[in-house]
């Protein structure tokens, strides 16, 4: 069974930093490209990031471009997101997604990182 | 603002078929394919759609996808109750050079 979990959420003031993490298991890690997708309170999907499956490739959403950096350890089946300079309106659900264009698309259950003073 | 536009919300009776739409543009729903995500709050989002109309294994033929131009569409035929949720769309945007959702569709079963 494929499985993503996140871990490293939590509270952060404004400025701070936190890295949160990815762990697949029951398929090839190795095999995929991986995305972050996040969900503000209230407010709708958005994608993030994405890195391709050597993490040579990597691609952001312009609100985190040069705060947040991705990458990836394919022997350890995981993924990282080092989260920078964080700002309120970086509070939100993070979500680890596997291929999310195509079909074997799979979704974490997600991680909650609040920024506030 | 999302460079996509969806309806806030859409309902129907039990039975009945829903049509959402997503209108992009020409750097994005023009040049790309387009998927459709389902989600439940307090659940993980999954996909419905995927490549324009292609299901994913699981997902029930009620769902069906279909793109135009710089439009697309999902359809729920034989609306079920359990099919209460919010549905996105999402395209690559080559201008912007990452994946775009569109704002979400709220479905309501009456």
């Known amino acids: 069974e494929v499985q993503l979990v996140e871990s490293g959420g939590g509270l952060v003031q404004p400025g701070g930093s936190l890295r949160v993490s990815c762990t697949g298991s029951?398929?090839?890690?190795?095999?995929?490209?991986m995305n972050w997708v996040r969900q503000a309170p209230g407010k709708g999907l958005e994608w993030v990031a994405n890195i391709n499956e050597d993490g040579n490739e990597q691609a952001f959403v312009g609100s985190v471009r040069g705060r947040f950096t991705m990458s990836r350890d394919n022997a350890r089946n995981s993924l990282y997101l080092q989260m920078n300079n964080l700002r309120a309106e970086d509070t939100a659900m993070y979500y680890c997604?596997?291929?999310?264009?195509?079909?074997?698309?799979?979704w974490g259950q997600g991680i909650l990182v609040t920024v506030s003073s | 603002q999302s460079v996509l536009t969806q309806p806030p919300s859409a309902s129907g009776t039990p039975g009945q078929r829903v049509t959402i739409s997503c209108s992009g543009s020409s750097s994005n729903i023009g040049k790309k394919t387009v998927n459709w995500y389902h989600h439940l709050p307090g659940t993980a989002p999954k996909l419905l759609i995927h490549?324009?109309?292609q299901r994913p294994s699981g997902v029930p033929d009620r769902f069906s996808g279909s793109q135009s131009g710089t439009s697309a569409s999902l359809a729920i035929s034989g609306l079920q109750s359990e099919d209460e949720a919010d549905y996105y769309c999402?395209?690559?945007?080559?201008?912007?050079?990452?994946?775009?959702f569109g704002p979400g569709t709220k479905v309501t079963v009456l």
């Open positions: 999402a395209v690559w945007d080559v201008s912007l050079n990452g994946f775009v």
């Open positions: 029951g398929f090839t890690f190795s095999d995929y490209w």
């Open positions: 490549t324009s109309n």
């Open positions: 997604v596997r291929d999310l264009s195509g079909g074997s698309c799979s």
